[in-house]
């Protein structure tokens, strides 16, 4: 399971050079200074360092200015070579300090921008934009509280500094203070009624705080203002997410992508609208193109790797993840993902290594705690996934998922009236949760109160018609009431759903049989089927394809607990045999087929286990027979 991260924009006051006057006169340093075109002012600057002519200050002020023009330009090696010539020419060149900061901060070099800002307010206090892009970058290194107080100094220094109110308000929303940067945001709109990236930050922050009708209302404004503004378009776009609203979060994010092509964060966002409405193989396209445009977007490959997962398609989700984690070895998440997809293909011990790192890394990591806790669970560790769905519970009490799974884990211990309490506790925190009404249906079964079982199945089925786990078990609960018939119904729907679960066409073969209906047909269709070994052998033991010993001996597994179940199976499906036998027999006198299905439930019910339909379908038969058991 994966969570959306979306992007919103900071704006920051422009990088700009500053430029100075020269002290004498020289008609190429005079346009040096003054021009605005940067191909003309490296020119006019360069004749003007050449000429000879000049003072070691008007030296150093051509190349501040010419390093001014190669910034512009995106030539940044030759803008910070130019810069250090000016400050070698004059060590107190505020200035200089200030342009090579903002060259430093555009390339990410965050440590040097900030010595020379340093400098550059040692050398300039009264310098507002050094605070400010100082703070800038102490907010792009994470160091909020830095931040703000150098907006804070620049906000002192130039209280009419829209930039400065939109930046410090940033920090605090980065800070998770939404109501502050609010009260940020509101000053720099008032100050510049026009500023459209205020706008659109102000709404990111009521977004943040759940007032999605205001976010959009601010996100409006700031396309109103500035129609060619992707990121307006992207964050209301990432609003109409949040409401559910996929056709309108899909039109503006066709709006960012058009005006800027390149917006990874734009298609990744479609993408995870189109994987919300389900159409995946739109959602697999912007995921690619996202991945195309940033190849180290982590996320991208997550939320990728979930949808191939969902699909089915393991191994390629586990590449994703794979990716992922390469790309950002502490990523929890996709340990926790990556766990998921290794349990679905059965590599237990894989997922357990996955489980535990992601814990290690994360250890309130309540997801999880949930999933290795259902690993222990499917390794029939009862004991150890109760222990982590308690911890999982206690990060988040709300967690519906773990406790219904903790109550699977009760059940499993054969601690019924436990396990309910669970199930009423996850049903009551998600009413329309229909794994737990079958769940909760199963315990009643495991009980013996088939009334209450069949008001869960029925309720189970009633929120997901195609619920199969909930057809067979109330068709189970049918059977062990004696009602064959209304449980055949069930195990046809089960089967028609999941023909290739040859445990339902046994089943469904088995209550037909029992109904007095025609259950040989059942056993008609082998295409596709192996019979041979388990569960398939059970088929052509049906078919007198095979003898009861092979059907015992395919039951055999490398996992103890696994052939436990498989054996108790097993026995009690060679018991439903030898019980048919019994009834269509009119002359067993000495009722050997009684005796021998008798043999078999019994075998059967040493080895059975809560959670398995068999385990109250043996006992039922027991009964029935007049060998109930304890």
């Known amino acids: 399971m994966t969570v959306t991260r979306f992007v919103s924009l900071i704006t920051v006051s422009l990088l700009c050079a500053v430029s100075v006057v020269f002290a004498q006169g020289n008609k190429d340093a005079d346009h040096c200074e003054q021009e605005s075109n940067p191909d003309l002012e490296i020119q006019y600057c360069t004749q003007a360092i050449e000429s000879g002519q000049l003072s070691n200050q008007d030296l150093a002020f051509a190349f501040n200015n010419r390093g001014s023009a190669y910034y512009y330009k995106g030539d940044y090696d030759s803008s910070i070579h130019d810069y250090d010539r000016a400050i070698n020419l004059k060590p107190d060149f505020a200035s200089a300090f200030y342009n090579r900061a903002n060259v430093y901060h555009a390339e990410g070099k965050y440590d040097r921008a900030i010595q020379d800002y340093d400098q550059a307010v040692r050398l300039a206090p009264d310098n507002a934009e050094a605070f400010l892009n100082r703070g800038n970058v102490y907010d792009a290194k994470g160091q909020y509280d830095r931040a703000i107080q150098d907006y804070d100094e620049a906000i002192r220094l130039a209280p009419g500094n829209a930039n400065a109110f939109n930046n410090r308000a940033s920090a605090y929303d980065d800070k998770g203070e939404e109501d502050r940067s609010i009260q940020d945001y509101d000053e720099a709109i008032r100050l510049r009624p026009d500023y459209a990236e205020a706008f659109s930050n102000r709404g990111t922050s009521y977004r943040r705080k759940g007032e999605i009708a205001r976010a959009i209302q601010d996100f409006d404004e700031a396309i109103r203002l500035k129609p060619d503004y992707a990121t307006a378009f992207f964050n209301r776009g990432n609003a109409y997410l949040d409401e559910g609203r996929y056709d309108r979060a899909i039109q503006d994010y066709n709006h960012a992508i058009r005006l800027k092509p390149d917006y990874a964060f734009a298609f990744y966002n479609r993408g995870f609208a189109y994987r919300d409405r389900g159409e995946y193989d739109r959602a697999i396209q912007d995921y690619d193109e996202a991945i195309r445009l940033k190849p180290d977007y982590s996320l991208a490959f997550l939320n990728r790797g979930i949808i191939y997962d969902d699909e ?11 990716e992922a984690i ?5 990523y929890s998440d996709a340990l926790n993902d990556r766990a998921n997809a290794y349990t679905d293909e059965g590599k237990y011990d894989h997922a357990m290594q996955d489980y535990d790192q992601a814990i290690q890394l994360k250890p309130d990591f309540a997801e999880a705690l949930n999933g290795r806790g259902s690993l222990y669970y499917l390794k029939h560790e009862s004991s150890r ?16 998922a773990a406790f219904n799974n903790r109550g699977l884990a009760y059940t499993n211990k054969g601690e019924f009236d436990r396990a309910i309490l669970d199930f009423d506790e996850a049903i009551r925190l998600k009413s329309d949760y229909a794994d737990a009404f079958g769940n909760r249906g199963l315990a009643y079964t495991d009980k013996g109160e088939y009334d209450r079982a069949i008001q869960d199945y029925d309720q189970a089925i009633r929120l997901s018609p195609q619920f199969m786990f909930a057809l067979k078990g109330r068709g ?8 064959f018939a209304e449980a055949a119904k069930d195990f046809k729907s089960a089967a028609d759903l999941t023909p290739n679960i040859l445990y339902n066409v046994i089943w469904l073969y088995l209550v037909r049989a029992r109904a007095g209906q025609r259950a040989q047909e059942v056993l008609r269709n082998e295409r596709g089927r192996d019979l041979n070994s388990w569960p398939g052998v059970v088929l052509s033991f049906y078919q007198k394809k095979a003898n009861r010993k092979a059907v015992i001996a395919a039951a055999a597994d490398p996992d103890p607990k696994r052939q436990d179940e498989e054996l108790c199976q097993a026995h009690f499906y060679v018991g439903e045999y030898d019980l048919r036998r019994r009834f269509l027999e009119k002359f067993d006198l000495l009722h050997l087929a009684r005796r021998r299905a008798i043999a078999e439930f019994q075998a059967a019910a040493k080895g059975c286990s809560g959670g398995l339909v068999e385990y109250q379908a043996v006992r039922a038969e027991l009964k029935r027979l007049g060998r109930p058991v304890n």
């Open 312 to 322: 089915g398609q393991y191994d390629r989700a586990i590449q994703d993840y794979d």
């Open 326 to 330: 390469r790309l950002k070895p502490d």
């Open 385 to 400: 996934a109760i222990q982590d769905f308690d911890a999982a519970i206690r990060l988040k009490p709300n967690y519906a």
């Open 476 to 483: 189970a609960t049918c059977f062990e009431q004696g009602r």
